[in-house]
């Protein structure tokens, strides 16, 4: 079999080079996507301004989280491990006890706090950490500092003298302290003695806190690292089990189609005792043959395209700097494997008819298949179904709020895989109710397309699918977008009453500024805010995932600058440990918590207040005093404001680094934010268009192709060659109407659902135009795909192409 393989490979170069493209792509998409999990799952990160020490010591930045839910299932009962949104520092006493650690040859204490430079937003370090000593007033800077530098530090300001020039703005250690605000450090930087065990001393150094050892030292220059890590994680996982998904059913769809081109050939070696085991033998053979060579090759292409998609996602700032791509074995065996096996069961599926078909009901049925739909088939469909109908109860019956495309998101594929099942049996009964306005319209050449599309729905099909499969997935996915944006812009801006935001560029505003602009004329209201997160250890809440619930520290006017209704208790109440919460918490006054604040610290709270928020926006309120002490910069962020924005400037204007914004101003900042993630979306959701796209010209250049004897046969009975062509244009924009008419439904069915819980309407937030060249690039495409080969089929004399082999 694998004799014969090669040679129907070698004769039918045409029929598997849709196959090998697709499989080309498909594993080309899967590497990058892979590749992007492993960096992710890596984080590896070399350090720089700290590569001189062998060890860093720092303190523990995970918790344990009990779930501790009501139920006799043990399985409900577990423990997850959860990042800290905050840093979590060292006591200065912990640099002189790893100092005395047999085997460490020095510890310097490490720190890393936001100033601004000549009124540029900077990093600052004590000396000790970056290899450069200075007396204190003076400061080394990079290259072009000039001679002296005005330092802007939490609400201060200083002048210092440039020591000289360094690639990180370096301070005496102790200037630190005034700088920063605390004695705390980030790290203890460990240099081992020649020779020392570092695994030994690792054990040794444990009791002080985490030992990070090789690359994972990185993460002490930069701390976001490890939590855009694990984002990035989630964004590979999710796009590559959709470029999977795609890639199945593209291959499955070409191979099939390629199997079902070369059902005569197929019937007459049933008819000259060729078992069905040997048939399933020879297509198998013929797959991983053409398998093996494009995924093989796919992998190169998949590499660039996995790191040009990294350098973009660090530039937009989603992967922290200083993460090194690594795109090692496990994403080769991944993306060579998900290829490998995609192509085995596209092709098992391709030969089971074929294989199981009597000889003599194999040759009537060679030039027309009509049976489609077998058993194992339809509970595919129905199960795929109803996985899609479940999805859409739980959207709009339990998620609330952007959260709801969770749940949304992932039904696409489950509608396309329903509709992709049943697609002959839809795309006949759409054939027959569009027979009578094309035939209206088109005439015999239009009567002649129809006739031919209602005699080839299976193999019509085949090209539904691929358009289909990127209409559903770029509507849906473009429109979720879309719509989410919309709903945050207009709940960000109904949830913000002030007239003007004070922020600060040098990583915080003054504690007292609040309370100065409070009492300054012409302003009615002023509110500090601090945005952190909490954790609820008891008792657990069922809401409550690895992110623990958005908070804001507050201090000041709350109801007054923002969208706040209070429902229970009073929002004055908000001193020492008294909190507010949502009403969908379920929490009532008077109840006590106990809860982590953002970098770990337990503490017991009281619910002092519940409220109303913008559904699905909804944060817990706390006492700013209560939070700030426990996050990295134990400084407010922002200050809302109601009144002349003019007072608010001119108040602030003794406030070095404090700048003041309009209500727009900080809406289009807000918004602009946004479309970092809807960039990193339409990106990613491009890739699978892109593939797709392929797909769709890559079948339906194999449908057409493969019909050239049929083109001839028609040209000698008396049709002309514009008349074969129009024909085929009628084929193609049947076609594409199906292909348009099944994509939307699988479209509506992931964004209605959607839109019904963010927006209270079925239709989805965004400009219609999207859709219509959706519509237009299918056409077009589909146009171009089936013209070009059908006008290269007709260029040769019937008489000529007639004598060809199929």
Not at 89 to 112: E, I, T
Not at 247 to 266: D, H, I, K, N, Y
Not at 435 to 443: D, K, L, Q, Y
Not at 588 to 612: H, I, M, Q, Y
């Amino acid at each position: 079999m694998l004799a014969l393989a090669l040679r129907t490979l070698r004769f039918r170069k045409g029929g598997f080079l849709g196959t090998f493209v697709a499989l080309f792509f498909g594993s080309a998409l899967v590497l990058a996507c892979a590749g992007l999990m492993e960096t992710g799952i890596r984080t590896a990160i070399p350090p720089e301004r700290l590569a001189h020490a062998d060890l860093q010591v720092v303190a523990a930045h995970k918790f344990e989280l009990a779930r501790d839910e009501p139920s006799d299932d043990e399985d409900k009962n577990h423990t997850d491990t959860v990042l800290l949104t905050e840093r979590v520092r060292l006591a200065p006493a912990v640099v002189d006890q790893v100092k005395a650690v047999p085997g460490v040859r020095s510890a310097q204490p490490d720190f890393s706090f936001p100033v601004a430079i000549n009124g540029v937003p900077a990093t600052g370090h004590g000396s000790a950490s970056t290899a450069k000593t200075t007396a204190p007033g003076r400061v080394w800077l990079p290259a072009g500092s000039g001679d002296r530098a005005t330092v802007f530090y939490r609400g201060k300001s200083r002048e210092f003298t440039v020591a000289g020039v360094a690639e990180y703005p370096t301070f005496a250690d102790s200037d630190v302290a005034e700088l920063s605000g605390r004695s705390t450090v980030d790290s203890v930087s460990v240099v081992a003695e020649p020779g020392a065990d570092l695994e030994a001393l690792t054990d040794r150094l444990s009791p002080f806190g985490v030992v990070l050892t090789g690359d994972d030292r990185g993460l002490v220059e930069y701390p976001d690292a490890e939590e855009k890590g694990n984002g990035l994680i989630a964004l590979a996982g999710v796009i590559g089990g959709l470029a999977i998904t795609t890639a199945m059913f593209v291959v499955a769809s070409t191979l099939g189609l390629s199997v079902r081109q070369r059902s005569r050939e197929l019937a007459l070696l049933r008819a000259i005792g060729t078992t069905p085991g040997q048939l399933r033998r020879m297509v198998l053979s013929e797959a991983m043959l053409v398998g093996v060579v494009a995924t093989a090759l796919g992998c190169v292409p998949g590499q660039w395209i996995g790191e040009a998609l990294f350098d973009q996602l660090v530039a937009k700032g989603v992967v922290s700097e200083g993460v090194v791509f690594h795109q090692g074995w496990i994403p080769m065996i991944i993306a060579v494997g998900s290829g490998l096996l995609t192509a085995l069961a596209a092709a098992l599926t391709a030969a089971r008819r074929a294989a199981r078909t009597r000889p003599t009901e194999a040759l009537a049925e060679s030039s027309l298949e009509t049976r489609w739909l077998s058993v194992p088939r339809a509970v595919l469909a129905l199960l795929a179904l109803g996985g899609g109908t479940a999805l859409a109860i739980v959207t709009v019956t339990v998620m609330d709020g952007p959260v709801a495309a969770s749940t949304a998101g992932p039904s696409v594929i489950l509608w396309a895989i329903a509709l992709a099942l049943v697609s002959p049996g839809v795309t006949r009964a759409l054939m027959a109710l569009l027979h009578w306005p094309v035939r209206a319209i088109t005439g015999v050449a239009g009567e002649l397309g129809l006739l031919n599309a209602r005699a080839r729905t299976v193999r019509l099909a085949a090209a539904v699918t691929p358009i289909m499969l990127a209409t559903g997935i770029a509507t849906a996915n473009i429109y979720m977008q879309t719509t989410q944006v919309a709903v945050t812009q207009q709940a960000y801006a109904a949830t913000l009453r002030a007239d003007a935001v004070v922020a600060s560029t040098t990583g915080g505003l003054p504690t007292d500024l609040v309370d100065r602009l409070r009492a300054t004329p012409g302003i009615t209201a002023a509110t500090a805010v601090t945005s952190t997160r909490i954790y609820i250890t008891a008792p657990f809440h069922s809401g409550q995932d690895d992110d623990g619930f958005p908070t804001h520290g507050v201090s000041g006017d709350i109801a007054a600058t923002t969208a706040v209704t209070p429902t229970a208790g009073s929002l004055d109440r908000l001193s020492g440990n008294a909190i507010a919460v949502p009403d969908s918490l379920g929490y009532r006054p008077g109840n006590k918590l106990t809860v982590r604040l953002g970098d770990g610290a337990e503490t017991t709270v009281t619910v002092a207040a519940t409220f109303t928020g913008v559904p699905g926006f909804e944060t817990v309120l706390a006492p700013a005093a209560l939070v700030l002490p426990h996050t990295t910069t134990a400084l407010p962020q922002q200050i809302l404001v109601r009144g002349d924005p003019a007072a608010v400037a001119a108040a602030v204007t003794s406030t070095p680094g404090a700048v003041v914004g309009d209500r727009e101003s900080v809406t289009a900042a807000f918004q602009e934010g946004q479309n970092v993630g809807t960039w990193v979306n339409y990106t990613l959701v491009s890739m699978i268009m892109a593939y797709t796209v392929i797909a769709v010209v890559n079948t339906l250049v194999m449908a057409t192709a493969a019909r050239r004897r049929e083109f001839a046969l028609q040209r000698l009975t008396g049709s002309s060659r514009p008349q074969v062509l129009r024909m085929m244009t009628t084929e193609a924009l049947l076609t594409t109407a199906v292909g348009l008419v099944l994509g939307t439904a699988v479209a509506a069915g992931t964004l209605v659902p959607f839109t019904l819980v963010v927006s209270d309407s079925p239709l989805p937030i965004g400009p219609a135009w999207i859709y219509l060249a959706i519509a237009t690039t299918m056409t077009l495409l589909t146009l171009s795909a089936t013209l070009i080969p059908t006008w290269r089929a007709t260029s040769q004399p019937p008489i000529t192409a007639a004598t060809l082999p199929d």
